[in-house]
């Protein structure tokens, strides 16, 4: 084992570069927030009055909606790995469906084991059909943008862009699986 000491400048290095990266997450992170607030502030003229008054009912009776998810964890968690690997299903309104329909930590678990179950099948594709598959899920612009990001900044780097909200975290899954990183970090 070789053990390599750092100087003060090789660790304010290190420093700069993970806040360099950090930042390049947060900025995009911030506009792309705004972005959905302004399009779902656009939205409430357009959508239809049958369909606010259904989804007000089941706002205002969430018994009622609780009853239409009985029995059906497992259908929830394969539409949590269907939108990791297939990507049509926004996943932040998906996981706020989860919590109302099965209660905040049912939901929240349900919602965790079908993200780590579409994650890991993302990512083992990826690095077993390669480039070429990314390249048709991921548009190029993420892929320059977040491919860097991962490969410098690693697990933490990976683990901070599934907590920002807006982030493309299922294209992140498939860059990760073309990287260095283990996919199960246990060694």
Partial sequence: MIIM????????????????????????????????????????????????AQISYYIDNPDELRKLGEGSEWLFVAVQVLQVVIAPIPGQAAAFAGGFIFGFWKGWGLTTLGLVIGSLIAMVLARLLGISLVRKIVPESIIQRFDKVISDGGYMTFFMIFLLPALPDDAVCF???????QILPLS
Avoid at 175 to 181: D, E, P
């Fill in 5 to 52: 000491k750092l100087t003060k400048q090789d660790f304010i290095d290190i420093l700069k570069r993970k806040f360099t990266s950090l930042v390049m997450i947060l900025i995009p992170a911030f506009v792309i927030m705004l972005i959905i607030g302004a399009v779902l502030w656009c939205l409430r003229f357009i959508i239809p009055e049958s369909l606010t």
């Fill in 175 to 181: 860059l990760a699986g073309r990287t260095k990183l």
